[in-house]
């Protein structure tokens, strides 16, 4: 939302009220994104998305605009403070959206190094604010914001690459092409910036500002369709942790399609926090559906998209892989496991571990219900052999 230096180097007023006006669209966006999102019920990213364009345009309308007409009227000191405030602004609303669309794309809490994204991305313009709070610091904070864009923006295209089903494509691949003439916009910007010539260039303002707009217009269409496929599948999921219900479970297992090839296998894995009752005695129920809300999250984390995810009650689950071999269900298995161990909770301090007992099986006839009950055998095992730990049955091969 900012633009290399004109001939004359000047803002003009309409340009200056052009910034104002999306910051204002940018609140009216925000609204509509927070409204989807309660709509939606519990859809990661929507209302962030909102958040983060908030923020970063507000950052850019300041270092863009409020800046210099603070530098104008001989007002240096307040120009510098901000000119810093508004890249600070900027770069953390787009580590935002990029976060956001992390978020909506795969369903799921961020990972620590995606969190690492956004001290890295602030050291930019907080160096620049440093290094240059006396001196130019409108090119420091616009080359700072420039490149976070560029690195935002290709952050985005490559996770929308990911959604390639139903309704999504369209307008993911709308969002993808808007990404790439931002991202040449951008760099060109970033080169100015380099070179001392950053400042407002009202000649394409408004394509930028177009370009926004279409964003976030199709970020609104992916955010309605989550919506209305959320309001469907809420029947089919489990409210606390997302994961399927039983009946969601039945609907999957009767798209037999997905069960027909099974060229690597299928495996059932049954999960069981350990000693959970006793967290729910000690810590209270509230702080029990925290664990399994953050157990559930740790899942996804490690899952496939394709990966079946089921709560069958209290803190029992299963997880159904298709085409997976025995090897990467156990390494799977073990991942959970370890990475479950690691959570940390909230004084007073405590940890969870958790239980997993997996089946397999090569043979395209296996009853699914005879590789739950084995999966179960396997849970039971691991229980009995001292809990936190993995077990692997192979279903045996069907006599002829």
Known sequence: MHCAKGKTGLMTTDFYHLLISDCALAAVLLGLFFYVSRVSR????????????????????????????????????????????????????????????????????????????????????????????????????????????????????????????????????????????????????????????????????????????MLNFCMLMLASFRAAEALRQSALLDPLTGALNRRGLDSELRSSARFVTLEGGLAVIALDLDHFKAVNDHHGHETGDQVLQRFSDVVRGCIRSNDLFVRLGG???????????????????????????????????????VSLGIAHTRYRHTGFNDLVRLADEALYAAKRNGRNRVELRMHPAPVL
Not at 45 to 51: D, E, Y
Not at 198 to 209: E, F, I, K, R, T
């Open 315 to 353: 803190e029992e689950f299963m997880l159904v892989l298709r085409e997976t071999s025995p090897e990467v269900a156990h390494r799977l298995a073990e991942r959970i496991r370890t990475q479950v161990m690691s959570l940390e909770f909230p004084a007073p301090a405590f940890r969870v571990t």
């Open 42 to 213: 519990g859809v990661r990213g929507i209302t962030a998305w909102g958040v983060a364009h908030f923020v970063y345009s507000l950052g850019a309308a300041l270092l863009d605009g409020t800046s210099q007409v603070a530098s104008r009227s001989g007002a240096q000191d307040l120009a510098h403070a901000i000119a810093g405030l508004g890249g600070l602004l900027a770069c953390a609303g787009l580590i935002g959206l990029a976060w956001s669309v992390i978020q909506f794309v795969h369903q799921r809490a961020l990972l620590p190094g995606e969190r690492a994204l956004m001290p890295l991305a602030l050291a930019l313009p907080l160096g620049g604010w440093l290094l240059y709070g006396h001196g130019d610091i409108q090119d420091a904070q616009g080359a700072a914001m420039s490149a976070v864009e560029v690195f935002a923006l290709a952050v985005v295209i490559w996770q929308l690459r990911l959604l390639r089903a139903g309704p999504d494509h369209v307008p993911a691949r709308l969002m993808m092409t808007a990404c790439v003439a931002l991202l040449y916009l951008y760099g060109r910007d970033l080169a100015h910036a380099l070179t001392g010539r950053y400042g407002p260039n009202p000649s394409w303002v408004n394509a930028d500002l177009s370009i926004w707009f």
